[in-house]
């Protein structure tokens, strides 16, 4: 809010959190991360994070669904709704990738939408905070 309030624009960092909000996570892929992988010391890719995020993940599957998207593409699109955000960095590792979530940068989530992601997203975190120290920040 501080950033539009006063004409600051904002760029985002990993809005598929490290791949944890493409949708193609799961409890196996994490546990076989290697050990050059950045994301096996990462608490949010190792249980009970990695339950609660993966627990927000279901949750917005069904919103990408009706709309006929990927959550990759739901990542994006909630990043970008707000007109403080000039854009998103979005890594690849093939050019695949990029042309798989460009089409984000299309779609306009309707108010009702935004409303049920806020919902997901204030379940999540206060699911994060009953871990209590645990807890190293949002998705």
Known sequence: PFCGENDIGVICYSPMCKGLLTGTFNHERAANLSDSDHRSRDPK?????????????????????????????????????????????????????????????DWQLTDTEQAEIAQLLDAHQQAMAALGNLSTGRV
């Open 45 to 105: 890719f190792a249980p009970p994070l990695l339950d609660v995020n993966l627990a927000l993940v279901e949750g917005l599957r069904p919103i990408a669904k009706r709309n006929g998207r990927t959550l990759a593409e739901l990542a994006i699109a909630w990043t970008l709704r707000r007109d403080e955000m000039t854009a998103a960095i979005v890594g690849a590792r093939r050019p695949t990738q990029i042309e798989q979530t460009a089409p984000a940068g």
